[in-house]
Each structure stands twice: as structure tokens, then as C-alpha cells.
């Protein structure tokens, strides 16, 4: 059973940072697709940053060159670089990954932007 667990997560300041890691049971090589979402309260799913099997990446609008998504083969994780927070990237953070043939989700990290 492939398992996804989100860490990293925390309480920051405004212009601070953070790193998100999604620890994948699999070899990261086997990915073929791993997403970062996020979900404010009362809001709904929304796509952070994607990197694919060939290191194509893709981010929501709201990004504007703030996060990194990379991957760690060594450590197997898909980390998400978060620079320059801001209070409206309050959220769970949640990683998905497709992997030949399903699609896993982890169980969320929250992220809590404040002053």
C-alpha cells in the first residue's frame, strides 16, 4: 500500500518561510505526477505546485515565483519551498501523487500564516 505523509507544516510569520516534505513510500522515480494543494476554511481545493516524471512543473496563480516544488530521491520526498508567506496562504496543505495505476493522498499539513 503506497503511503503519502505531509510534514512541515507550522505556525510562521507574514514574509516568512517554510518548507513542506511529502514522504512517499515509493520510489520518487515511480511518480509520475505529485501535486501540492491546499484548502483554506470555507474555501475549496486548490492546486499549489505540480512536478511531473519529467520535471515539469506547474503552479497555481496566487504562486507568483514565491514556492519551489523539488524532489529528493535519496530521501524519497517531494518538498514544497514556501517563500515570502502571506496570511491568505493559511491552509492544509495536502500532497497527491499518481502512481502507476492509483492515486494517493496524504492525510494534510497545516500551515497557519499569522502576526
Known amino acids: 500500500q503506497v503511503q503519502l505523509v505531509e510534514s512541515g507544516g507550522g505556525l510562521v510569520q507574514p514574509g516568512g518561510s517554510l518548507t513542506l516534505s511529502c514522504a512517499v513510500s515509493?520510489?520518487?522515480?515511480?511518480?509520475?505526477t505529485l501535486w501540492w494543494y491546499r484548502q483554506a476554511p470555507g474555501k475549496d481545493l486548490e492546486l499549489v505546485e505540480?512536478?511531473?516524471?519529467?520535471?515539469?512543473?506547474n503552479d497555481g496563480d496566487f504562486v507568483k515565483g514565491r514556492f519551489n516544488i523539488s524532489k529528493d530521491t535519496s530521501k524519497r520526498t517531494v518538498d514544497l519551498q514556501m517563500n515570502s508567506l502571506e496570511i491568505e496562504d493559511t491552509a492544509v496543505y495536502y500532497c497527491?501523487?499518481?502512481?502507476?495505476?492509483?492515486?494517493?493522498w496524504g492525510q494534510g499539513t497545516q500551515v497557519t500564516v499569522s502576526s
Open positions: 497527491n501523487a499518481f502512481i502507476p495505476w492509483a492515486e494517493y
Open positions: 515509493e520510489y520518487v522515480s515511480r511518480i509520475y
Open positions: 505540480s512536478v511531473d516524471s519529467n520535471g515539469n512543473k
